[in-house]
């Protein structure tokens, strides 16, 4: 009776290939045609109607590309000038910052969800006419960059430090700080999908209202709300 062998443990350098996502095989398309047209710092991609024709592809999908070259400073993408390119890092880096990202996406929304619903609740027992005063200002930026085509980014970063200053609380405003550069990939990332913008600033008057009321908990669940919408991005979906 021949005996069997017993299973071969598998290489730790022997792990499944997985297979790319579309949007990261763009990313590498559009580096690649960075280096090879010679394009430099301050010069502009193709438009992103023909980038997606050329590359048999929806725009959505070169959109969803170029945000993630946007969110590691690689361009810039500006309402009405198109992607400007800021920064020309080797393929292989900008690569393996993506699939990073992608997998501490998740961890950045949780850790949103734990300190800024807090701070909502802060804000609203604390406030000052001061802090509603500058609340309200992150709104009409906000409100004013999407009334001209734009995505809000600026406005919404204004709104949630508003918020964070309304609480009055230094630890978890310090807490804040230390995560704002991953809040900020996960924000130009979430403000890049269609209608996003125009929902957020909905979001961002329902927890204005709350907190000008002084209603903690309507401030909390909004706040709540708010961070569950927009963590439904497009990253998440395709992991």
Do not use: C, W
Not at 12 to 19: D, F, I, N
Not at 132 to 141: G, T
Not at 187 to 192: P, T
Request: aromatic share 2%; no cysteine; charged share 30%.
């Amino acid at each position: 009776m021949t005996r069997e062998a017993a299973p071969r443990k598998r290489p730790a350098t022997l792990r499944p290939v997985s297979r790319p996502r579309l949007y990261e095989q763009l990313v590498e398309r559009l580096l690649d045609y960075v280096q090879s047209e010679g394009l430099d710092v301050g010069e502009r991609l193709l438009p992103e109607r023909e980038l997606a024709s050329l590359l048999g592809v929806s725009r959505a999908s070169i959109s969803q590309a170029l945000v993630a070259l946007e969110v590691q400073g690689i361009i810039d993408v500006r309402h009405g000038d198109g992607a400007v390119i800021l920064d020309i890092p080797p393929e292989r880096q900008v690569l393996a910052a993506l699939r990073a990202r992608r997998n501490r996406l998740q961890e950045v929304i949780e850790a949103r969800e734990a300190l800024e619903v807090k701070l909502a609740t802060l804000a609203a027992q604390r406030h000052t006419a001061e802090d509603l005063a500058a609340i309200d200002d992150a709104l009409r930026v906000m409100a004013g960059d999407i009334a001209d085509g734009g995505r809000g980014v600026a406005g919404d970063e204004l709104f949630h430090g508003a918020v964070t200053h309304a609480a009055h609380s230094g630890l978890l405003a310090g807490l804040m700080i230390e995560i704002s550069e991953l809040v900020r990939e996960s924000r130009i990332e979430s403000l890049a999908q269609a209608g996003r913008p125009e929902e957020s600033l909905r979001a961002h008057r329902k927890i204005a209202d709350a907190i000008r009321a002084g209603d903690t908990a309507a401030a909390g669940a909004a706040m709540a709300a708010h961070i569950t919408a927009v963590s439904d991005t497009a990253l998440l979906r395709d992991a």
